[in-house]
């Protein structure tokens, strides 16, 4: 009886090894590239062969094809197989998420070689341990020039510095404001001003914008997870008439022209109190992600920001913000689309571009486009 189960025991071994290896050899893939969702592992390959500046979501492409010659291609430089250590070999010969470029194409792959490239597994993942922790949230790689979260750097872990364009909800030329911020063990305290020429370069109308002088903002992120943050914002500079005039636009009523305030134009004046409710994700292998409800400036937001977020190949930001309700300006809603991999050299993965649009109502009530302009991200390090 013994002598049978040890004889069924290594006869189990001995089908699932068997059946293992007949499934690795089937679904073997000897041409792809590396999909930029592990930055410390394209960061290792690449400090391997001396890179300088490694590239968090360079584009790494390995060619096992020909046993002989088995080549690994960064950023179009190509390396031998056998330049990088066994480990590292092994990592990339069974990295989970490929891109095969030895696939047959067939007239329907028009429509269907992006759903075969994406993996469920990668669309919801949790997010890094940074993005959780509430001291260690701020810092921020990226800096966006109309609106998104604060890019922000530490000088000593939860001791830095963050600064932004706009509000963290604002849209393209909708708003003057700039503002700077300290943080510490959670607490931020800053100020915030103004730069006309952010709001200047519109063509459009200036219908439904916010603009302010000079305050101050102070802030706290709960130390249970950076899940809630709450702040107050007061403004100590009123602004002047000349600055109130830029707000004006002529309003025609039976061939008079008649100077006068936009109705729906806020100009931030005393105090408020703020708070955002955010839980951190990571959607398809983005390095920093929120899903967030709150009010800030008496206006309510909900929304989703990520970043670096891979599909097919392709990396971008995406940014979605709704303002439904606000004390003075009618609802509207923030669109980025902001594509990375786009230029040479380290701009490669540094640089982002693209459409960035608000939808609302105009002054006629009609739903449409009220403000469009290409937005501009640079990312200054790696990922956390």
């Known amino acids: 009886m013994k002598y049978i189960k040890l004889f069924l025991t290594v006869l189990s071994f001995i089908i699932l090894a068997v059946g293992r290896l007949y499934s690795q050899q089937e679904e073997q893939i000897n041409y792809f590239q590396m999909e930029p969702l592990d930055d410390s592992l394209f960061i290792h390959i ?21 046993p002989t010659n088995q080549t690994l291609s960064i950023k179009g430089a190509i390396y031998p197989i056998l330049a990088f250590k066994p480990d590292t070999r092994a990592k990339i010969q069974i990295y989970p998420f490929k891109i095969n470029l030895d696939e047959s194409v067939n007239y329907g792959s028009v429509f269907t070689r ?92 200036h219908f439904n914008n916010l603009y302010g ?31 109130i005039d830029k707000f004006k636009y002529i309003i025609r009523s039976n061939g008079i022209a008649t100077d006068t305030i936009d109705p729906h134009v806020k100009i931030i004046e005393g105090s408020s109190m703020n708070w955002e409710f955010r839980y951190p994700v990571s959607v398809l292998g983005s390095t920093r992600g929120k899903i967030y409800a709150g009010q800030y400036l008496n206006e309510w937001h909900f929304g989703y920001t990520g970043r670096e977020l891979s599909l097919a ?29 786009i230029f040479d050299s380290w701009s ?29 991200r640079l990312k200054v390090g790696s990922s956390l």
Not at 168 to 190: D, K, M, Q, R
Not at 214 to 236: A, C, M, R, S
């Open 46 to 66: 690449q400090q391997e062969v001396f890179i300088d500046l490694p590239d968090p979501k360079a584009e790494i492409i390995a060619d096992l094809r020909d």
């Open 114 to 205: 992006v759903l075969d490239r994406m993996k469920i597994k990668k669309l919801l993942a949790p997010p890094s341990a940074n993005q959780i922790s509430s001291t260690l949230q701020y810092i921020n790689p990226f800096l966006q020039i109309f609106g998104g979260e604060r890019f922000g750097f530490p000088i000593k872990n939860d001791i830095g510095f963050s600064f932004g364009f706009g509000t963290p909800y604002s849209g393209p030329l909708e708003t003057n404001l700039l503002e700077a911020n300290f943080h510490i063990l959670g607490v931020s305290a800053g100020v915030f001003s103004s730069i006309d020429a952010l709001t200047n370069m519109t063509i459009m109308s």
């Open 213 to 243: 002088t000079e305050g101050y903002q102070v802030g706290y992120v709960l130390p249970f997870g950076n899940f809630l943050q709450v702040g107050y914002t007061n403004v100590f500079a009123k602004p002047t008439t000349a600055q």
């Open 313 to 341: 190949g392709s990396t971008f930001d995406f940014r979605f913000d709704a303002m439904p309700h606000s004390d003075i300006r009618e609802p509207e809603y923030v669109l980025d689309i902001l594509v990375q991999k």
């Open 348 to 376: 490669f993965s540094a640089i982002a571009i693209g459409p960035t649009v608000i939808f609302g109502y105009d002054r006629y009530n009609k739903f449409t486009c009220t403000s469009l302009f290409l937005d501009f």
